[in-house]
């Protein structure tokens, strides 16, 4: 409970940050004594009208209210962006259906906010089923284990050169 006591008391701060940055760096104190009252910022005293005294902190209020209402959207905007989208059956036929897909792609399919366009490549080695984003098709040509295997040959051969190399 006081984790979350002390997250609101920051992001007040933080809102009450960003009202006196709009405000021009200003922010009139709520105590209001005979005609005085004091900037919070840099502590002055200021001499002003009740009546202006109060309208400057309904300014203030209203300030802070709209910087809260702006905060709350961006954080609905964030959230729908990260919110999953449906999937028609033929993209999880394909997903579903083949061995190679890898987790990172899954993953990006269903957090997606424009589903990409997906495709299935055979793999060069054993012939098994691998979907891919139609972007990387140039570059993809095995199956996630002919792909690793392929990575682990080519390690083997550069460090038997480099072997060679320094023996000589």
């Known amino acids: 409970m ?17 009202a006196i940055e709009r405000n021009g760096g200003v922010w009139i104190s709520s105590d209001f004594n005979r005609g005085w009252t ?6 002055n005293k200021l001499r002003m009208k009740k009546e202006e005294h ?22 609905g905007q964030a959230e729908e962006a990260t919110t999953p989208i449906e999937l028609d059956d033929a993209t999880m036929n394909l997903i579903q259906g083949a061995d190679g897909t890898t987790d990172r792609l ?5 957090t997606a906010r424009v589903q990409p366009k997906l495709i299935a490549i055979n793999c060069q080695r054993c012939g098994a089923e691998r979907v891919i984003k139609i972007q990387d098709k ?7 284990n002919c792909q690793k295997e392929h ?3 080519r390690r083997r051969e550069i460090r038997r050169i480099k072997k060679e190399q320094g023996a000589n």
């Open 2 to 18: 006081e984790h979350t006591l002390k997250e609101e008391e920051t992001q007040m701060t933080n809102i009450k940050e960003l």
């Open 151 to 153: 990575r682990n040959a």
């Open 38 to 43: 004091s900037d919070e910022v840099t502590g």
């Open 138 to 144: 140039f570059q993809v040509k095995y199956c996630k």
């Open 106 to 110: 899954i993953h990006h399919v269903v």
């Open 54 to 75: 109060e309208a400057k902190i309904k300014e203030q209020a209203q300030l802070i209210q709209e910087i809260e209402a702006e905060q709350t959207e961006e954080q």
